[in-house]
Each structure stands twice: as C-alpha cells, then as structure tokens.
C-alpha cells in the first residue's frame, strides 16, 4: 500500500479557495491524489493542526503535522516534492504554514511532547524544495553574545523547545524573513 499524507481539510479548503481565485474562468479544484495523501504515522507526537498554505508560482506549498513540507502543483494537485524536514516522533511538527518568496520557502516548527528537541526555522528551494539553511530558535555556541545573554545564564543545553508556531513574514525589497 502507498504511504498516504492527512492533508486537514481547512488546508483543502484554503487551497480550493485560492485557486479558485487565481484560476476563475476554469473554477478548478486542486486535485488531492493518493500520491499526496499519507498516513501519520502512529507513533508520531502531532496533531492535525495547520493554520495556512502558501502560493508561489505554480505550487501549492503546505507544511505537515508530521514535519514535511509538500509542494503540490496548483493545476494537477500532484506532488511536486515532499521533503522531510524533522522526525516527527520527537514531537517536532508543523502547526502553521510556510511562506515563500525569491525563489525560497520558509517554515518554523512546533516543538512539543518529552523529548528535548529545539525547533528550528529553514529555508529551501522553491523548486526542488531542498534545505538551503537552517536557524535554531534559541541562541547558542557561535551567536553573539548579547543573543546568549537573553538566557540569562541558562546553559544551552538546558534551552529547548522554544516553537515558531506562527508564519513569519518576507521582506521582498530587504530579502529577509
């Protein structure tokens, strides 16, 4: 049998609606195939919580609650690339959506559940959706140090699980996100 990928239906929603708006004379719905469609994973510690998607060129770009990020093509509904991002057993997982810009996609991740796992911010190529840099959400060894001093002296090894729940925003002129 095919892994299967949970796509929420409000993300369904959202991806209709917007297509719809940038296709209206062909009114077209993005197609949800079983290449696209995929089982959690039992064991994995996520919900099904996703608050957005995003449009960037000619992909529907959705990030998972088992950590990956998915570009679908806006016309087929088919996959483009579905990239692994974290291991979702570790409680790592995507609650809010990417946002994409000068030819990249942006997404941060939601750390919860037992484990010691520091989320992070990444940023990959809108094309083939591999990783082009990586951003701790906690300062650490290398940072400045006015950025460690936040911390107020706790070591790094005890600074965890500090979630990027919500979508960032891009810069188009700073190119920054």
């Known amino acids: ?51 957005n998607l995003a449009l960037y060129q000619d992909k529907v770009l959705v990030a998972t609650s088992d950590a990956h990020l998915v570009a679908l093509d806006a016309r087929t509904g088919r996959p483009v690339w579905d990239v692994i991002v974290a291991d979702s057993r570790r409680g790592i997982r995507y609650t809010s959506g990417p946002i994409a810009g000068d030819g990249r996609v942006f997404a941060g991740l939601t750390c919860g559940g037992p484990n010691l796992a520091r989320c992070f911010v990444s940023a990959h190529d809108a094309i083939t959706g591999k990783e082009l840099w990586r951003r701790e959400s906690v300062a650490g060894p290398g940072d400045p140090p006015a950025h460690n001093a936040t911390w107020n002296g706790l070591p790094y090894e005890r600074r965890i699980k500090a979630s990027l729940w919500m979508t960032g925003s891009y810069d188009p002129d700073l190119r920054r996100s």
């Open 1 to 51: 049998m095919r892994p299967r990928v949970i796509v929420p239906l409000s993300v369904i929603a959202l991806a209709v609606a917007a297509h719809r708006a940038t296709d209206a004379q062909r009114a077209r719905f993005v197609p949800v195939t079983d290449e696209v469609l995929r089982e959690r994973p039992k064991d994995a510690r996520t919900g099904d919580l996703n608050r």
